[in-house]
């Protein structure tokens, strides 16, 4: 990490009228959800109670049991890494929500095994991560980041962020180049384990495919950058709220094709004309392949 990012990511005192100002505390997931649609972000984290959301989807509860199957393979000593432990794994903590019904729950868990077995068959038993499902965390002037990543790999002198993805769309460089989450865990990964770290991969276990992209401290200052930007937004918005601005106003919706799954649709003014999907629909077109 050269000096430039070095200085992003420690915290200087801000201050408002001679009192520190408050850090932003944020995930990926709080960035993201502004980002994507402000009303999102307020029904989630600022409306108490939170309203009502949607029943759960089926094609996450798919990808929370991989990963957790993944991270305990992870846990297992190394004589015991065979593909046989996988289905013992992944019935283990294997979620069922969402499903359409006991049939279809049959066949994502036969598909889940399907991808796990031939992901850990490109692995190294003998080779253990750096951490997995680890919690980094960083700070600027501005926002306290943290979030828990997949897995991090040492390659050589280097750290590589890995992401695991289980959706249905392929997914390029431009995915990895892109995605803010993974540039910020890029950059509390260095600041918490003291090691460089700019390379950041998505691997697709659908397809055995890794869409991976090389950052430079340039371009993670960047991303930092937009965070901070975003953390500012969100402030003022609430600051505006708490100065008597309507709600509605302060954080509009942002429709989208994203709508008809968002958890709020059911309560949201815009979400609510967007066509419906069943909880299960992802994982049924994932199984007609
Ligand atoms: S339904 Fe669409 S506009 Fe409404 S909160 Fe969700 S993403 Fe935003």
Redesign the pocket.
């Known amino acids: 990490m050269t000096e430039q990012v070095r200085r992003a990511v420690v915290p200087e005192q801000l201050t408002l009228g001679g009192m520190p100002e408050k850090l932003f505390v944020c995930t990926p997931s709080k960035l993201g959800a502004y980002e994507?649609?402000?009303?999102?972000y307020r029904?989630q984290y600022v409306d108490r109670p939170q309203p009502p959301k949607g029943p759960p989807w089926a094609h996450n509860s798919l990808g929370a049991s991989v990963h957790t199957a993944l991270k305990n393979w992870h846990g297992l000593p190394a004589e015991s890494r065979d593909p046989a432990a996988l289905a013992r794994l992944l019935r283990a903590t294997w979620v069922s929500e969402g499903y359409r019904d006991a049939e279809q729950g049959k066949a994502a868990f036969a598909l889940a095994l399907r991808w796990l077995e031939e992901y850990v068959g490109t692995l190294d038993p003998d080779e253990d991560p750096v951490g997995v499902e680890r919690v980094v965390a960083t700070r600027t002037a501005v926002l306290a980041f943290n979030g828990r990543v997949d897995r991090i790999d040492r390659r050589g002198d280097e750290l590589v962020i890995v992401d695991y993805k289980t959706g249905r769309s392929p997914l390029t460089s431009d995915d990895a180049r892109g995605s803010r989450a993974l540039a910020l865990y890029a950059v509390a990964t260095a600041r918490t384990m003291h090691r460089a770290c700019h390379r950041v991969e998505l691997h697709h276990l659908p397809t055995g495919e890794v869409a991976a992209h090389d950052h430079t401290d340039e371009s993670l200052q960047r991303h930092l950058t937009r965070a901070e930007d975003t953390a500012r937004d969100i402030v003022a918005a609430e600051r505006r709220v708490s100065g008597g601005e309507d709600p509605d106003d302060a954080f509009p919706?942002?429709?989208?094709m994203?709508?008809g799954w968002?958890?709020?649709?059911k309560v949201?003014?815009?979400?609510?004309a967007?066509p419906e999907h069943d909880a299960w629909e992802s994982v049924a077109r994932a199984l007609d392949g």
């Open positions: 994507d649609c402000p009303r999102r029904y919706t942002a429709p989208s994203r709508c968002c958890d709020f649709r949201c003014p815009v979400g609510s967007a």
